[in-house]
Every structure is written in structure tokens, then in C-alpha cells.
């Protein structure tokens, strides 16, 4: 097991390229899908894809019983609601395609038909094991365009849209720049409160317009079904902050 103190500077692998996908696969007639960027082709002919998948995810478990994956590539121009959708809220709570028009491609798995400029159908070679992710190597059986438009980078989404990382990527950068501040006693209720699973931070003073919150409203006082309005999460997965 390679040491992680044994990198002398850990951002040089955030130097590496990724695009920005929707993965997508189904186990019989379940849909689901995910935000994926760990995702490369490795050859050529025939086409194969490798990508990356936490163990724990649900679109994990569909691949692994279906045998067959789908990706869609993210435009510019995709909404940040999508990407919180597929990358923040999970398939076990949540059916993300009640939410967005897609079809049905010829592997049985669904294919985003909105803010997506590219898919590629494959099938499961080859599985790799890969600590807390597996590495699912498919050959590409099906590839079209969708619209016309430039891919999005994870680049753009982290530097343009400002986009967090959940914890279970492969990418997480916690170690870094993204930690959740430690927990500090809260002497007011009206101070702010951070959200563990993706940094967003809830000001007292702003409240949550969008979520018909009014400014002035303290963290205590939000609704109990209240939910982080980056990531869905829960009241209970905040902490509070200076």
C-alpha cells in the first residue's frame, strides 16, 4: 500500500485531465446513474472504456449485476441541478430519472437526452479491483453524438461553476482545500453552518430565498425537512462554524 505521506506535494495529481460524465446503468428494469470522472478509453480497436466506481454507489452494483454501463458526456451547458441530481443525491432515495428526459439505448441503460453532447454504450471485459473503487474495462458496442456543444472539463465544473466533490470520488480533495472546518461550539444560533458533504454554507443573514427561506431565519429555526439546497443533504449533516 503506497504511503500517502510519501507524496512530496499531493496536488500534483490534481493536475491530471478529466472530463465530466452521467454514468449510467440498469439492473432489470431499475435505472441509475452517477456523476462520474474518473473514466478514460484505454484502446482503440475495438473501443474500450475503463471507469472507476466506488463500491459503495448503487450505479456500482448495477454494473455489476447488468454487465453493461453507458456514458453521457456533460455539456457546458448542463445546470448545476443536474449535476447535484446524479453526482450529490443518491438512487436508494431518490429516482433521478423521474427528473429528466432520457431513452433507452440498445444495452438496456438509459441515455440522458438533455445538456449531454455524446454517449457510448459498453460492455463489461474485465473488472479490476481497486480499493475502495472497481475498474470496469467495457467494450464500446454503440457511440453517438447528441448535440452540439463543448464537453464539459471537471476543470470547468470545479473553476467556472464552482462545483464541490463528494467524498466517495476518486479525485476527493479533502486532504486539501476541501475539509469541512472542525466543529466549534455555537454560542449564537444565528451563525453559519457548513455542510459536511459538500461545503456549501448556510448564512443566517442570506437565508435560502430559492428554498422560500427569508434572510434572518437561524439554522435552528429551518424546517426539519429542510435539505442542503447544493446536495440534498440533511439538517443533520451540518456543522457549525465562525
Known amino acids: 500500500m503506497t504511503d500517502s505521506n510519501l507524496l512530496e506535494n499531493p496536488e500534483a495529481l490534481f493536475t491530471l485531465g478529466y472530463g465530466l460524465y452521467i454514468l449510467t446503468s440498469r439492473k432489470d428494469d431499475r435505472l ?3 456523476i462520474s470522472n474518473a473514466l478514460m478509453q484505454v484502446t482503440d480497436s475495438p473501443p474500450r472504456l475503463a471507469a472507476a466506481v466506488n463500491k459503495d454507489a448503487l450505479t456500482h452494483d448495477f454494473i455489476s449485476y447488468s454487465g453493461v454501463f453507458t456514458v453521457n458526456v456533460l455539456s457546458e451547458s448542463a445546470p448545476m441541478s443536474l449535476i447535484r441530481l446524479f453526482g450529490f443525491q443518491s438512487g436508494r432515495d431518490k429516482d433521478k430519472f423521474s427528473q429528466v428526459p432520457f431513452e433507452i439505448g440498445l444495452t438496456g441503460c438509459p441515455i440522458v437526452t438533455d445538456h449531454v453532447v455524446a454517449c457510448m454504450e459498453a460492455r463489461v471485459e474485465t473488472t479490476l479491483e481497486g480499493g475502495s473503487h472497481t475498474v470496469f474495462i467495457g467494450q464500446v ?3 453517438r453524438i447528441i448535440s452540439t456543444g463543448r464537453p464539459m472539463t471537471y476543470a470547468y465544473y470545479r473553476e467556472v461553476l464552482r462545483g464541490k466533490t463528494p467524498p466517495t470520488a476518486p479525485t476527493y480533495r ?3 482545500a476541501e475539509r469541512p472546518p472542525k466543529k466549534i461550539k455555537e454560542t449564537s444560533n444565528m451563525g453559519k453552518y457548513v455542510c459536511d458533504v459538500c461545503g456549501w454554507i448556510y448564512d443566517p443573514e442570506l437565508g435560502d430565498p430559492d428554498n422560500d427561506v427569508p434572510a434572518g431565519t437561524s439554522f435552528d429555526d429551518l424546517p426539519d425537512d429542510w435539505v442542503c439546497p447544493e446536495c440534498g443533504a440533511g439538517k ?3 456543522s457549525p462554524v465562525e
Do not use: Y
Request: aromatic share 8%; charged share 15%; glycine share 8%.
Open 236 to 238: 443533520d449533516e451540518f
Open 141 to 143: 458496442s454503440s457511440a
Open 32 to 34: 441509475n446513474g452517477q
Open 174 to 176: 479533502a486532504s486539501l
